[in-house]
């Protein structure tokens, strides 16, 4: 086969690994920089262009998307799709998992569990916001944060408002969340492909830290997840439409919460944690499912 891994950075870990995995398997493999990448989109002929060339004869498209080029890098991936290359995840599972906002809608429709959690844009109704997800200690969040910045636990109403009203004051979105003391920095990352768990980690914070991303210097260690917590990520990822994802998830008094479902989870964490061969995962599950899609593509806006 002929594989596209969208990407800005070539000599990133995952990015290596997905390379290395294709080459092993014996496919041709080429990273190409999203953001390099410009289309013809006027003609009947959808058309990608790379550096003066035709980007043609792909068999699928692995995206390796960062949140902050979410937009366009949605964009090139739906090229792709409207020039029926198959997209591993697909443009709009990509950016319907984006969107933390939406996503949180579609888990609590199909009865996922979640934190309490609430949304506002005005800065009148945060003390009713406060009350509605339960009153302090809350975790308040950036929509469009990543790696645990813009995360921000408020142990009182005083501090709650203040960052609420600083963030709402800056136009940023945010959402406010009920604090999950019992995971004590805690979380399960569950990397999911093709519907089953391949791996899973449990991240822990340093010490007087709340937040367990792994740039925040958490640390990560091989955890046997519950057959609960397994349905929960498979179900979220479903729900979410993609073909690989990270589901991230905090161990309550209550069962699993979901915290977000990532569709561009990186490789390093999990590869070392566990001693899996997640990419060589990823590369197979590649080969089934443009196998697949190439049958019957549909194309979809
Ligand atoms: P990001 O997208 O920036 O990673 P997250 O929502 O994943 O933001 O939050 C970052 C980290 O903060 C999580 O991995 C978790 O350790 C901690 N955290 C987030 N929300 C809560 C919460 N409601 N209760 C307890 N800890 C939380
Ligand atoms: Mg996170």
Known sequence: MKIAILSRRPQLYSTRRLVEAAKARGHTVRVIDT???????????????????????????????????????????????????????SSLALTRSRDKLR????????????????????????????????????????????????????????????????????????M???????????????????????AAMRRQ????????????????????ITPEERAMAIRAVKIMGLNIAGVDMLRSDRGPLIMEVNSSPGLKGIEHATEKDVATAIILCCEKYAKKTKRNYRLKG
Do not use: W
């Not at 890098?73 to 591993?88: D, S």
């Not at 999950?180 to 519907?195: H, L, M, Q």
């Not at 914070?205 to 046997?224: C, D, M, Y």
């Open 35 to 89: 953001l390099r990448c410009y289309m013809n989109i006027s003609s009947h002929h959808p058309s990608i262009h790379y550096r003066g060339e035709s980007l043609d004869g792909f068999d699928v498209v692995i995206p390796r998307i960062g949140a902050s080029i979410t937009f366009y890098g949605a964009a090139v991936l739906r090229q792709f799709e409207m020039m029926g290359v198959p997209t591993l995840n």
């Open 176 to 198: 406010i969340q009920e604090y999950i003391k019992e995971s004590n920095g805690a979380d399960i990352r569950c990397f999911v492909i093709d519907n089953k768990v391949v």
């Open 103 to 174: 996503s949180f809608q579609l888990f609590s429709k199909r009865g996922i569990g979640l934190p309490v959690t609430g949304f506002a844009d005005s800065p009148d109704d945060i003390d009713d916001l406060i009350q509605l997800v339960g009153g302090p200690p809350l975790v308040i969040k950036l929509v469009e944060g990543t790696q645990g910045i813009g995360v921000v636990l408020a142990e009182t109403k005083q501090a709650a408002s203040s960052v609420i009203e600083a963030f709402l004051g800056m136009k940023a979105h945010i």
């Open 205 to 224: 914070a340093t010490p007087g830290e709340f937040r367990s991303n792994l740039h925040r210097g958490g640390k990560a260690t091989l955890v046997k």
